[in-house]
């Protein structure tokens, strides 16, 4: 006897539908996808225990006949695509044909219908992928689908659902996710009679983003146009002191369509660049439309992965569109008018530096060797005027709009960033010659990575002479960093280099960053006042002066309005 058989059609339907519906919200994203493409304008949705028990959704697109009816809940019937180059130009949602007989094979199913110019609908009843009825009914034009008992043949998928609030609040998320870019379409989702969500049909996407992200983050959004003859990339802004610790509330959208991108990601928060700290990723929502042509849909059943035929074109763009709306921001240091009111978790950790960068309490900071293109020594007059110094870690100063803090180190990280910036982009990095080169012992595996990456080590101005074993002699070093414990520095670049594959010039600015940190003034180091106001002064002739090159801010401001509040004379 043949120990390999055909599996059941009930079975090999129910595996099918694992990889379409997962939990109540995928129904509802396929069914809302499906909606949609039948050019609905208004589509509801009523959900019953976050779905578990009742899934609802109306809408007033083209409906469909009796025999459109009997032919959807078919595995791969579809009316999207004909041939095999019709995979190549997907302009739907929906195109695979899968969704409805999935979703049917693991709930029981009510299909209404009717198109505009039937006098008369349908109504279909299917359970557990199998055909019950199908019988004539008066319906308005349009289609309701309505699953009931979700996975109630398939207990040991049930079982994995969560509560019905956790549920609910997946479907309220997916639906709002799905309706983002289809702003003509009235949209409303329901549990039981309650309204959980309302979004009317605008011909503004700041609304429909308020209802995502909250109003404070929707009115305070950039937005922008990058267009090419093949690529338009629409991107919505959050301000960086909106970021989050979490990335659910970055969307990105490829023609209309909501997807989980890790490359888009990434190259929205290259496109933020130092205006986030590690680890913090923006409120963002991406747009991409490009020739169906020139992307892959056909990746997964669920169609929440694409494939770009051109995927560093596309980053690059990404990229290019983020960083010029970004630019855009008034970063005012000098007046404070408008500068940005950076909100960030206050604590010792904007005293305190990593172990690994810690240097000695003695060390002398001469500015004026960070700053060469800074030849104006008298400072602006409405530059922020130095009172002091608090706990030996940040400046104190007046603006014209109240009290300013400034954190010494970042500050003058991002100055000496800077410097090394401009000079490396300009010419080869200005080394110093030591007559007595620094010994430096590092690990097997930093050795092999200095000896791979001598050259880029040269271009940095750093030179490593390999002195036998794990020892290696720094003879030169760039002339700008004088007061760096290389010992330190040398292994954190030579780990930067191994992990990171990228192009050259993301490369080298992070390791431009990991260069100004080891330079730069520490925390509890104890500056003359000539010393404050001369860094106050460069940090107003920065390129950006709100955020060092790791993301963390720079300074942050009090105004009188904020005081006033604070000793209670105002309410």
């Given at each position: 006897?043949?120990?390999?058989?055909?599996?059941?059609?009930?079975?090999?339907?129910?595996?099918?539908?694992?990889?379409?519906?997962?939990?109540?919200?995928?129904?509802?994203?396929?069914?809302?996808?499906?909606?949609?493409?039948?050019?609905?304008?208004?589509?509801?949705?009523?959900i019953k225990r976050g779905g578990i028990d009742l899934i609802k959704v109306t809408d007033n697109g083209t409906g469909m006949t009796r025999d459109d009816i009997l032919l959807c809940i078919e595995r791969h019937a579809t009316s999207k695509i004909e041939t095999t180059e019709d995979l190549f130009h997907v302009n739907t949602l929906g195109?695979?044909?899968?969704?409805?007989?999935?979703?049917?094979?693991?709930?029981?199913?009510?299909?209404?219908?009717?198109?505009?110019?039937?006098?008369?609908?349908?109504?279909?009843?299917?359970?557990?992928?199998?055909?019950?009825?199908?019988?004539?009914?008066?319906?308005?034009?349009?289609?309701?689908?309505?699953?009931?008992?979700?996975?109630?043949?398939?207990?040991?998928?049930?079982?994995?659902?969560?509560?019905?609030?956790?549920?609910?609040?997946?479907?309220?998320?997916?639906?709002?996710?799905?309706?983002?870019?289809?702003?003509?379409?009235?949209?409303?989702?329901?549990?039981?009679?309650?309204?959980?969500?309302?979004?009317?049909?605008?011909?503004?996407?700041?609304?429909?983003?308020?209802?995502?992200?909250?109003?404070?983050?929707?009115?305070?959004?950039?937005?922008?146009?990058?267009?090419?003859?093949?690529?338009?990339?629409?991107?919505?802004?959050?301000?960086?002191?909106?970021?989050?610790?979490?990335?659910?509330?970055?969307?990105?959208?490829?023609?209309?369509?909501?997807?989980?991108?890790?490359?888009?990601?990434?190259?929205?928060?290259?496109?933020?660049?130092?205006?986030?700290?590690?680890?913090?990723?923006?409120?963002?929502?991406?747009?991409?439309?490009?020739?169906?042509?020139?992307?892959?849909?056909?990746?997964?059943?669920?169609?929440?992965?694409?494939?770009?035929?051109?995927?560093?074109?596309?980053?690059?763009?990404?990229?290019?569109?983020?960083?010029?709306?970004?630019?855009?921001?008034?970063?005012?240091?000098?007046?404070?008018?408008?500068?940005?009111?950076?909100?960030?978790?206050?604590?010792?950790?904007?005293?305190?530096?990593?172990?690994?960068?810690?240097?000695?309490?003695?060390?002398?900071?001469?500015?004026?060797?960070?700053?060469?293109?800074?030849?104006?020594?008298?400072?602006?007059?409405?530059?922020?005027?130095?009172?002091?110094?608090?706990?030996?870690?940040?400046?104190?100063?007046?603006?014209?709009?109240?009290?300013?803090?400034?954190?010494?180190?970042?500050?003058?990280?991002?100055?000496?960033?800077?410097?090394?910036?401009?000079?490396?982009?300009?010419?080869?990095?200005?080394?110093?010659?030591?007559?007595?080169?620094?010994?430096?012992?590092?690990?097997?595996?930093?050795?092999?990575?200095?000896?791979?990456?001598?050259?880029?080590?040269?271009?940095?101005?750093?030179?490593?002479?390999?002195?036998?074993?794990?020892?290696?002699?720094?003879?030169?070093?760039?002339?700008?960093?004088?007061?760096?414990?290389?010992?330190?520095?040398?292994?954190?670049?030579?780990?930067?280099?191994?992990?990171?594959?990228?192009?050259?010039?993301?490369?080298?600015?992070?390791?431009?960053?990991?260069?100004?940190?080891?330079?730069?003034?520490?925390?509890?180091?104890?500056?003359?006042?000539?010393?404050?106001?001369?860094?106050?002064?460069?940090?107003g002739m920065a390129d950006l002066p709100t955020n060092c090159p790791h993301g963390r801010p720079v300074f942050k401001e009090i105004t009188y309005t904020e005081l006033e509040k604070m000793f209670k004379r105002i309410p």
């Amino acid at each position: 006897m043949s120990t390999i058989r055909i599996l059941p059609e009930k079975i090999a339907s129910q595996i099918a539908a694992g990889e379409v519906v997962t939990r109540p919200s995928s129904v509802v994203r396929e069914l809302m996808d499906n909606s949609i493409d039948a050019k609905a304008d208004r589509i509801d949705i009523t959900i019953k225990r976050g779905g578990i028990d009742l899934i609802k959704v109306t809408d007033n697109g083209t409906g469909m006949t009796r025999d459109d009816i009997l032919l959807c809940i078919e595995r791969h019937a579809t009316s999207k695509i004909e041939t095999t180059e019709d995979l190549f130009h997907v302009n739907t949602l929906g195109f695979r044909g899968e969704a409805i007989p999935s979703i049917a094979s693991v709930s029981k199913m009510k299909i209404i219908s009717r198109t505009q110019d039937d006098m008369v609908g349908h109504t279909l009843t299917i359970e557990g992928g199998t055909l019950k009825s199908i019988d004539e009914t008066s319906s308005p034009a349009g289609t309701t689908i309505e699953v009931k008992n979700l996975f109630y043949n398939v207990p040991a998928r049930r079982k994995f659902l969560r509560t019905p609030q956790t549920e609910t609040n997946h479907v309220q998320d997916t639906v709002i996710k799905t309706a983002l870019p289809f702003t003509h379409i009235h949209f409303t989702l329901k549990q039981g009679e309650k309204i959980l969500t309302r979004l009317p049909a605008t011909g503004n996407i700041l609304h429909r983003l308020s209802s995502l992200m909250g109003r404070q983050v929707a009115e305070k959004m950039l937005q922008h146009t990058n267009e090419t003859p093949d690529l338009a990339i629409d991107v919505c802004l959050g301000l960086p002191e909106f970021a989050r610790k979490r990335g659910d509330r970055l969307f990105v959208y490829v023609n209309n369509r909501n997807i989980r991108d890790r490359f888009v990601t990434r190259a929205v928060i290259e496109g933020y660049g130092q205006r986030l700290m590690k680890g913090q990723y923006p409120q963002a929502v991406v747009f991409i439309t490009i020739d169906p042509s020139k992307i892959d849909v056909n990746v997964h059943p669920a169609k929440e992965e694409i494939r770009f035929h051109d995927s560093f074109k596309v980053f690059r763009a990404i990229v290019s569109t983020v960083e010029s709306v970004l630019k855009g921001i008034n970063h005012t240091y000098a007046g404070m008018g408008s500068a940005p009111n950076f909100t960030g978790n206050a604590g010792s950790h904007y005293i305190s530096e990593p172990p690994a960068m810690e240097f000695e309490d003695d060390q002398e900071w001469i500015f004026s060797n960070t700053d060469e293109k800074d030849t104006d020594p008298s400072p602006k007059k409405d530059l922020p005027a130095v009172i002091g110094q608090l706990g030996n870690s940040y400046i104190i100063c007046e603006t014209e709009r109240g009290l300013m803090l400034i954190d010494q180190h970042a500050a003058h990280e991002r100055l000496v960033y800077e410097t090394l910036k401009e000079t490396i982009a300009v010419s080869p990095m200005a080394s110093q010659r030591l007559i007595t080169p620094i010994q430096i012992e590092l690990s097997a595996k930093e050795s092999t990575i200095a000896l791979e990456n001598a050259q880029r080590l040269a271009e940095l101005g750093i030179e490593l002479e390999h002195f036998g074993g794990n020892t290696f002699l720094l003879r030169s070093y760039p002339a700008v960093l004088d007061t760096v414990n290389w010992n330190s520095l040398i292994p954190e670049l030579l780990l930067e280099l191994k992990k990171d594959t990228r192009v050259r010039e993301i490369l080298f600015d992070k390791i431009l960053s990991i260069m100004a940190c080891h330079s730069a003034i520490r925390a509890k180091h104890k500056m003359a006042r000539e010393e404050m106001t001369d860094l106050v002064r460069r940090l107003g002739m920065a390129d950006l002066p709100t955020n060092c090159p790791h993301g963390r801010p720079v300074f942050k401001e009090i105004t009188y309005t904020e005081l006033e509040k604070m000793f209670k004379r105002i309410p």
